[in-house]
T-cell receptor, first 117, second 114 residues
Framework: AQTVTQSQPEMSVQEAETVTLSCTYD???????LFWYKQPPSRQMILVIR??????QNATENRFSVNFQKAAKSFSLKISDSQLGDAAMYFC??????????????FGKGTHLIIQP | KAGVTQTPRYLIKTRGQQVTLSCSPI?????VSWYQQTPGQGLQFLFE???????NKGNFPGRFSGRQFSNSRSEMNVSTLELGDSALYLC?????????????FGEGSRLTVL
């Protein structure tokens, strides 16, 4: 079974600074997707960024970028120029591609990101 | 464009009862999946439906079931409720079931079992 590990239950960063959230995963598959989701307090979860395993280039979305190390099974999220609105729980997730579709998402336990003004 | 709508938002049940939760996906989305979120176990995949067919199922007992209607709306049912079923139940929709698309989540239904 696939597992996703987020080793940092909580991280704190000063506004405008850069922070990196860690994620490792375990799988024997070669075709899969990786995601970072953000869940603000009492609000719905939204997709931050996604990476397809066969793409070597790291995904970027504005201030958010990932460092995808397939051999090491590592998928960290870097947030540049942190803003107060970035405060949330961040979940790393894995999704195996199977046949014509995909399995459900496997989530890590999450990292609570605190932004200090 | 309306987002994913889940009803009810909050509900309280007692052990042994059953509950039905509803999810209306974003218009045009044909895939609906359900997740359970608890402080102890985190987010766990329950099941996924596409075009009224269950495509995937997580590791939950048979007390947890679901279905999808022709308009893509989905319901999940939990029978013989246990204290451990207290959780936030999240529904997510996507255009298709390929796995490449973004999942759009609802705000969830918070179930408390007493």
């Amino acid at each position: 079974a696939q597992t996703v590990t987020q080793s940092q239950p909580e991280m704190s960063v000063q506004e405008a600074e850069t922070v990196t959230l860690s994620c490792t995963y375990d799988t024997s598959e070669s075709d899969y997707y990786l995601f970072w989701y953000k869940q603000p307090p009492s609000r719905q979860m939204i997709l931050v960024i996604r990476q397809e395993a066969y793409k070597q280039q790291n995904a970027t979305e504005n201030r958010f970028s990932v460092n995808f190390q397939k051999a090491a099974k590592s998928f960290s999220l870097k947030i540049s120029d942190s803003q107060l609105g970035d405060a949330a729980m961040y979940f790393c997730a894995y999704r195996r591609r199977s046949g014509g579709g995909a399995d459900g998402l496997t989530f890590g336990k999450g990292t609570h990101l605190i932004i200090q003004p | 464009k309306a987002g994913v709508t889940q009803t009810p938002r909050y509900l309280i049940k007692t052990r042994g009862q059953q509950v039905t939760l509803s999810c209306s996906p974003i218009s045009g989305h044909r895939s609906v999946s359900w997740y359970q979120q608890t402080p102890g176990q985190g987010l766990q995949f329950l099941f996924e439906y596409f075009s009224e067919t269950q495509r995937n199922k997580g590791n939950f007992p048979g007390r947890f079931s679901g279905r999808q209607f022709s308009n893509s709306r989905s319901e999940m049912n939990v029978s013989t409720l246990e204290l451990g079923d207290s959780a936030l139940y999240l529904c997510a929709s996507s255009l298709d079931a390929s796995g490449t698309g973004e999942l759009f989540f609802g705000e969830g239904s918070r179930l408390t079992v007493l």
